[in-house]
Nanobody, 125 residues
Framework: QVQLVESGGGLVQPGGSLRLSCVAS????????IGWFRQAPGSEREFVSA????????YYTESVKGRFIISRDNAKNTVYLQMLSLKPEDTGVYYC??????????????????WGQGTQVTVSS
């Protein structure tokens, strides 16, 4: 199986930026795509973005379009989430997750098989 480790979270002011990293190891050939999800206290985990390893196709939830950029470095087995113009509502624990296959939808937690430990992102003055 694939293992995932997130990093790059921290405390930033509104309007600031942060870049998260997700490093995959182990059976990386079993991973078709990587998604980013976030979870605020008391809220359900929600989809943020996803990227397909082989062709770089990307997906974003509406609330982050134009502000977040997902990318990947296949040689490093790493996916990045560049977050710009951060807002307090972006606060939460950010998780990367791996899915094994293509699908019509990208935002369902149930479609992802392996998860990282999460990294905290706090946007506050």
């Amino acid at each position: 199986q694939v293992q995932l480790v997130e990093s790059g979270g921290g405390l930033v002011q509104p309007g600031g930026s942060l870049r998260l990293s997700c490093v995959a190891s182990g059976r990386t050939d079993s991973s078709y795509a990587i998604g980013w999800f976030r979870q605020a206290p008391g809220s359900e985990r929600e989809f943020v973005s996803a990227i397909v390893w082989y062709d770089g196709r990307t997906y974003y939830t509406e609330s982050v379009k134009g502000r977040f950029i997902i990318s990947r470095d296949n040689a490093k087995n790493t996916v990045y989430l560049q977050m710009l113009s951060l807002k307090p509502e972006d606060t939460g624990v950010y998780y990367c997750a791996s899915r094994r296959s293509w699908g019509y939808t990208w935002d369902e937690v149930e479609l992802y098989d392996t998860w990282g430990q999460g990294t905290q992102v706090t946007v506050s003055s």
